[in-house]
C-alpha cells in the first residue's frame, strides 16, 4: 500500500485562515498522496476584550462560512477520520479532493457556530475533546449534551 502523507494546516484566523487555506490545498493539489487536514480551535465572533492568542485561535463565522463554502464550491470532499483509515486499510480508490476537518478542545463555538454550517453544507467533522470539560457544563466548553 503506498504511503499517504497528511499535511496538517493550522487554520488560524478570518482573513489569514482564508490565504492558508487556498494555498495549501493548491500545493496539495500537486501531490495526489497529499490529504489536507485543517484544524480549528474555536469560531465565534472576536470580542473586544480578546488577546492576540484568542484572535489567532477563533476564526470568526463569517470566515468559516466562506472557508466551507470555498471547499464546497471547489469540489472537495471532507471526510471523518475514521473513513480516511478506512480507505487506506482496505485500499479503496480515494474520492476527488479528500479533506478532514476537525476541532481541538470543544470550544462551544464549534456547537454554535461551526455545526450549523458543517451542517448545512453536509460536511463531516471530528472533535477533539477536552474530556474533563464535557461533565461539567462550562460558558467556554461544550456541555455534555451539546457533544
Keep these: 500500500m503506498a504511503m499517504v502523507l497528511v499535511i496538517a494546516i493550522l487554520v488560524l484566523c478570518g482573513t489569514l485562515g482564508i490565504r492558508i487555506l487556498r494555498g495549501s490545498l ?12 485543517l484544524m480549528y480551535h474555536n469560531v465565534a465572533p472576536w470580542s473586544s476584550s480578546f488577546t492576540e492568542e484568542n484572535k489567532e485561535l477563533t476564526v470568526k463565522p463569517e470566515d468559516f462560512v466562506a472557508q466551507m463554502e470555498y471547499l464546497s464550491k471547489n469540489g472537495f470532499t471532507p471526510m471523518t477520520l475514521k473513513k480516511l483509515h478506512e480507505i487506506w486499510r482496505t ?7 479528500p479533506i478532514v476537518l476537525t476541532f481541538d478542545d470543544g470550544d462551544h463555538g464549534i456547537y454554535q457556530y461551526a455545526y450549523p454550517v458543517a451542517r448545512q453544507y453536509r460536511f463531516p467533522f471530528v472533535v477533539f475533546l477536552i474530556t474533563r470539560w464535557t461533565t461539567v457544563h462550562t460558558t467556554f466548553y461544550m456541555s455534555k449534551s451539546e457533544v
Excluded at 485500499?91 to 479532493?97: A, F, S, T
Design 91 to 97: 485500499n479503496q480508490p480515494m474520492p476527488e479532493k
Design 26 to 37: 493548491r500545493v496539495a493539489n500537486l501531490d495526489k498522496t497529499a490529504i489536507p487536514i
